[in-house]
C-alpha cells in the first residue's frame, strides 16, 4: 500500500522545487485549493504530499483581558485571528488540515533555521495534532538544489530539530513578553497622561539599538573641534609629482606648523632610505548575511533589507545557498568544483571559473565566524536566466567573492622612502599589485589605488614642488548608516541575522530616528532619556546579552525554553511596575516631545511676505484637505497661504525659492521618484523654467 | 518645579547652568579651548566665537558657546 507523507514547506516557491526534486520522474502533480498550491510527488513506494505556508500561520496573542499592561497570559493562535491583515493564511491552514487527513508521516521542510523549525512546528501541533510531532522529520539544507534537497531527504534524522524549535518558541514568546508590555507601557502612559493615542514601541533590542544611536548623537551634539596642521609636500619625478607625508601626521601647534614649512619651503629633498617589501594579500572570506549587506551597501547603497530581500529571492530560485547565515566558511561537503563547472557556463564568469577549475586544489579563504545551520553564502551555479537590476547585482557580488574566496593571494610590493629636507623627514610611499592573484576575479568590486614609483637611489636629489601646512580640525564621530549600526548590533550580540535589519526600519517608522546617516529626532532622544531615567534596563546591553546567551543555551540543552520565558518573566515585572508607578511624567515629558516633534514637521520655513511668521503646513477641519499658511495668521498680521499636493508626505527642506522665497519642499509619494517643489503656486521660476521652480 | 537648563527644557542640577548634555558640551569646550590655547594662543572669547562658527561644532556645544558669549559681552 503506498504511504502518504505530508511535507511542509515555508514558502510556495520553496514547495515547488522540493516536490520536483523529490518526485521520481521530477514532473510532480500540481494542485490549487483555496488559491493554496500543493504538489503530490511520487518517490518509491510514497506518495509525497508537498504543501506550503506563508511564513508563520500561528503567532501568539493575549489570551482574554484588556489592552493594558503588565500581560503575562498568552497563547499561540492562527496568525489570521491576531491580525486580520492575514486572512490569507486561514486558506493554508484549513487546506493543510484537509491534506494531513490519513497521513502516515509528516516531514519539516521549512527553511533550516529556528524560524523554518517554528513554523512546521507550530502547523504540526496545531493543525495536524499533537499526535503527529512523533511521526515528523526534518530535512536539512542549505540550498533549493536538487541535488542538495535529495540529500537532505536521503539523510532525514528521525525526528524533529527539538532543541532549535524550543530555542525559536522561547525567543519569540520573549520577544512577544517585551514587545507587548513596554509598547504598551509607553502608549498608555502618553494615552492616560493627556488623552493622546501613538502607537510608541520598544523592545529588548529595539531599546539598546536606539541607545546606540542616542550615545552616538550626544557625541556628536556636544562635539567641539580642535585644530591641528597637516604638513602636506609634493615632489616632482620625472614628469609626475607625487604626494609625500611629513614625519608627524598631526602637528598640534601653529608656530611648529610654520616653522616646519619655512625650512623646507625652496628646499631640495634627498633621498635618505629606500625600503621594499613584498606582502600576501589574502582574499576576503566569502560572505555572511551581515558582511553581505554592508558589502551591498558599500556598492550600491542598498539598504540591508533590500539585500536581504533580494538574496532570499535568489536563494528560493537555488541560486545561491541559504542566505541568513553568520558563517564565513564553506565546509569540505560543498562541492566546489560542481559550482565552478556551473559558472563555467555563465559568460560573466567563464573565463574566471576556467582559470580557477584548472587549479589541482582548491582551499577557500575561510573567515573567523562560524554558523552550524549553514555554511557562507555562496552560489550553487544553476544558471542565473534575466534577474532584476537588484538581484542581478547582488548574484554578481556573491558570484564573484566566491571565486575571489577560491583565488590566490594577491601580491603586492609597498616602497617607503624616507626623504630628508632641510633636516625634517618626508615619507614618500609606494605601492603596486606585482600578481593580481584573487582581486582579478573581484575585479568590479576591487579598484587598485596603488601609486607606481619610479627607481630611486639613495642621496638622490630632488626638487620640492609644494610644501604647505595645512589647517585642520578634528570632526565628529560619524552618523550611523544602516549598515554600521547593523555591524555594531551584530558585534555587540544582539537581535539576530534575520530581525536587526527590521529593528532599524522599525526606528525609523516610529519616528524615533530619520535620514541617511541615521540622525535621532527629538521623540527618539526624549524616549531615550526617560527609560533611562526610569527603566534603564530596557536600553542596557547587558540584559538584552544575558537573555540572548539564554536563548542560545536552548539549543545546546542547558536551559529550558520554560524557564528561559519564566526568567524573562521576572525581569519584566519590576521594570512594568516603575511604568506604572511614574506613568504620568513619562507621558508629559513624551507628549511634549511629541507635540515639539509635530511642530517641527509642519513648519516649512520662513514666511516670505512678513518675514516674521512661519509657513506651517495646516488641514482643514471640515474637508480636511492641506495648505500651507503663515503662523501670524492667528494674530491677524499676515494671510498668506499655498495649496498643497493633497498626496504624499511633505518634507521641510530648509531651503528658501531663489526666485520668490517661499519654502522648498520636498514630496514623498509611494512607487515614484522623490521631487522638490517651491510652494508658490504663482512663483516666477515655475513660469521660467517651466517645472518646480526654485 | 523643577529646576530648568537655560538653554532647553532639560533638569538641570541645582549648583550648575545647565542640563547634562549643555554641561558636557561646557567640558568639551573647556578641554578643547587648552588644545586650541596650545596650538594658537587666544582668549576664551575669540575661542567662543570662532568654534561657534566651525560646521564641526556639535549643535549643543554651540549654543553653549553663544550662551557663553551673551553673558561676557553683557
Redesign the interface.
Known amino acids: 500500500m503506498t504511504k502518504r507523507i505530508l511535507v511542509i514547506c515555508e514558502k510556495p516557491t520553496a514547495a515547488r522545487r522540493i516536490a520536483q526534486a523529490l518526485d521520481d520522474d521530477r514532473a510532480p502533480e500540481g494542485y490549487e485549493e483555496r488559491g493554496v498550491l500543493y504538489f503530490i510527488a511520487r518517490r518509491g513506494n510514497k506518495d509525497l504530499v508537498v504543501v506550503s505556508a506563508m511564513g508563520h500561520l500561528f503567532t501568539i496573542a493575549q489570551d482574554g483581558g484588556k489592552w493594558t499592561y503588565p500581560v503575562f497570559d498568552y497563547r499561540w493562535v492562527p496568525a489570521h485571528e491576531a491580525d486580520k491583515r492575514l486572512s490569507r493564511t486561514r486558506n493554508f491552514i484549513e487546506v493543510i488540515r484537509k491534506l494531513s487527513m490519513g497521513v502516515g508521516g509528516y516531514v519539516s521542510a521549512c527553511d533550516y533555521d529556528m524560524e523554518g523549525s517554528l513554523i512546521a512546528y507550530t502547523i504540526l501541533l496545531h493543525v495536524c495534532g499533537e499526535g503527529s510531532l512523533e511521526k515528523a522529520r526534518r530535512m536539512r539544507f542549505s540550498t533549493l538544489t536538487e541535488q542538495d534537497l535529495v540529500k537532505a531527504w536521503e539523510e532525514m534524522p528521525e525526528t524533529l530539530d527539538f532543541p532549535m524549535i524550543d530555542a525559536g518558541r522561547a525567543r519569540h514568546e520573549v520577544d512577544w513578553l517585551f514587545g507587548i508590555n513596554l509598547t504598551r507601557a509607553l502608549t498608555l502612559s502618553v494615552k492616560n497622561t493627556t488623552g493622546y493615542y501613538k502607537t510608541l514601541s520598544i523592545g529588548r533590542v529595539q531599546g539598546p539599538t536606539l541607545n546606540f544611536i542616542k550615545q552616538r548623537e550626544?557625541?556628536?551634539?556636544?562635539?567641539?573641534?580642535?585644530?591641528?596642521w597637516v604638513v602636506k609636500a609634493e615632489i616632482r619625478l620625472g614628469r609626475k609629482k607625487y604626494p609625500m607625508e611629513y614625519e608627524k601626521p598631526r602637528l598640534?601647534?601653529?608656530s611648529e606648523a610654520e616653522a616646519v614649512e619655512k625650512a623646507c619651503k625652496g628646499k631640495e629633498g634627498t633621498i635618505a632610505s629606500v625600503k621594499s617589501e613584498r606582502k600576501e594579500q589574502w582574499p576576503y572570506p566569502p560572505f555572511s548575511l551581515g558582511d553581505l549587506q554592508r558589502e551591498s551597501y558599500y556598492r550600491f547603497r542598498y539598504s540591508p533589507r533590500t539585500t536581504l530581500q533580494a538574496a532570499e529571492r535568489l536563494y528560493l530560485n537555488a541560486l545561491i545557498s541559504y542566505p541568513r547565515t553568520s558563517s564565513q566558511r564553506l565546509p569540505p561537503s560543498i562541492d566546489l568544483r560542481q559550482i565552478l563547472e556551473g559558472l563555467r557556463k555563465i559568460k560573466e564568469y567563464s573565463e574566471h571559473a576556467e582559470a580557477l577549475l584548472s587549479k589541482p586544489r582548491l582551499r577557500p579563504r575561510q573567515g573567523k565566524k562560524d554558523d552550524p545551520a549553514h555554511p557562507a553564502i555562496h552560489p550553487t551555479g544553476r544558471p542565473p536566466g534575466r534577474l532584476n537590476r537588484v538581484d542581478g547585482r547582488i548574484y554578481d557580488l556573491i558570484c564573484r567573492r566566491f571565486m575571489a574566496a577560491l583565488g590566490d593571494p594577491a601580491v603586492r610590493e609597498n616602497t617607503v622612502a624616507d626623504i630628508d629636507v632641510g633636516g625634517h623627514l618626508f615619507r614618500l610611499k609606494g605601492s603596486q599589485l606585482v600578481e593580481r592573484g584573487w582581486t582579478a576575479f573581484y575585479a568590479p568590486y576591487f579598484k587598485e589605488k596603488g601609486v607606481v614609483l619610479p627607481a630611486l637611489k639613495i642621496d638622490q636629489k630632488i626638487p620640492l614642488t609644494r610644501v604647505e601646512a595645512e589647517p585642520r580640525?578634528?570632526?565628529?564621530p560619524a552618523r550611523f548608516n544602516p549598515t554600521s549600526l547593523l555591524k555594531l548590533m551584530e558585534d555587540e550580540g544582539i537581535g539576530t541575522k534575520a530581525t536587526r535589519a527590521e529593528i532599524i526600519d522599525t526606528l525609523r517608522r516610529r519616528e524615533y530616528a530619520e535620514g541617511q546617516p541615521i540622525e535621532m529626532t527629538d521623540l527618539g532622544l526624549t524616549i531615550v532619556?526617560t527609560l533611562e531615567r526610569i527603566v534603564p534596563e530596557i536600553l542596557s546591553v547587558e540584559m538584552t546579552h544575558g537573555l540572548e546567551r539564554d536563548l542560545d543555551e536552548i539549543q545546546t540543552g542547558g536551559l529550558t525554553a520554560d524557564a528561559v520565558v519564566d526568567g524573562a518573566v521576572e525581569i519584566l515585572k519590576p521594570i512594568l511596575s516603575e511604568f506604572k508607578e511614574n506613568e504620568g511624567v513619562i507621558g508629559v515629558e513624551i507628549n511634549?516631545a511629541l507635540k515639539s516633534q509635530a511642530l517641527k514637521e509642519s513648519t516649512l520655513g520662513p514666511c516670505p511676505v512678513c518675514d516674521t511668521g512661519e509657513i506651517r503646513l495646516v488641514r482643514n477641519r471640515k474637508t480636511g484637505k492641506r495648505f500651507a499658511g503663515c503662523s501670524n495668521f492667528l494674530n491677524g498680521t499676515c494671510d498668506v497661504s499655498y495649496p498643497l499636493p493633497q498626496r504624499g508626505k511633505i518634507l521641510a527642506t530648509g531651503e528658501g525659492c531663489l526666485h520668490c522665497g517661499a519654502p522648498v519642499v520636498k514630496v514623498l509619494r509611494r512607487r515614484r521618484r522623490p521631487w522638490r517643489l517651491c510652494i508658490n503656486i504663482d512663483c516666477p521660476g515655475k513660469k521660467k523654467e517651466g517645472r518646480d521652480g526654485g | 518645579m523643577a529646576d530648568r537648563c537655560v538653554l532647553c527644557h532639560r533638569e538641570r542640577r541645582s549648583n550648575v547652568e545647565y542640563c547634562p548634555y549643555h554641561s558636557l558640551a561646557l567640558e568639551n569646550l573647556k578641554s578643547s579651548y587648552s588644545h586650541w590655547n596650545d596650538a594658537i594662543e587666544m582668549g576664551w572669547v575669540s575661542f567662543l566665537r570662532e568654534v561657534s562658527e566651525r560646521p564641526e561644532t556639535g549643535m549643543w556645544a554651540r549654543d553653549v558657546a553663544l550662551h557663553e558669549l551673551d553673558i561676557k559681552s553683557s
Open positions: 550626544v557625541e556628536i551634539r556636544t562635539f567641539v573641534p580642535s585644530p591641528f598640534y601647534n601653529l580640525h578634528t570632526e565628529p532619556e511634549e
